[in-house]
């Protein structure tokens, strides 16, 4: 079993950044893929960026360019970097990590941090 926490979330103005963390429990150096999604009030949880083991990377195309994801496998830590924030980026965002084992996925989720834009 793995543990995700999140961190960074906050209130910030449209224009401004925020770097959003995800602290394992354990070593993500094995983790097939680690991601954040987003899910703002009313609406479905969406993918916003993913990263794999390899360091290939994609983002959902509302944030392209302005997000950045990366992974330090020496501190078990994901980042979110956000540039640029809009008013639309405020959600719940959550860090989710991917493992294969004998061919079986096992998906584990953070609880969330909030992300809050607005003037």
């Known amino acids: 079993q793995m543990q995700l926490v999140e961190s960074g979330g906050g209130l910030v103005q449209p224009g401004g950044s925020l770097r959003l963390s995800c602290a394992a429990s354990g070593s993500i150096f094995g983790l097939s893929a680690m991601g954040w999604y987003r899910q703002a009030p009313g609406k479905q949880r969406d993918l916003v960026a993913r990263i794999t083991t390899g360091g290939i990377t994609n983002y959902a195309d509302p944030v392209k360019g302005r997000f950045t994801i990366s992974r330090d496998n020496a501190k078990n830590t994901m980042y979110l970097q956000m540039n640029s924030l809009k008013p639309e980026d405020a959600a719940v965002y959550y860090c989710?990590?991917?493992?294969?084992?004998?061919?079986?996925?096992?998906?584990?989720w953070g609880q969330g941090t909030q992300v809050t834009v607005s003037s």
């Open positions: 989710t990590a991917r493992r294969v084992r004998n061919f079986v996925e096992y998906d584990y």
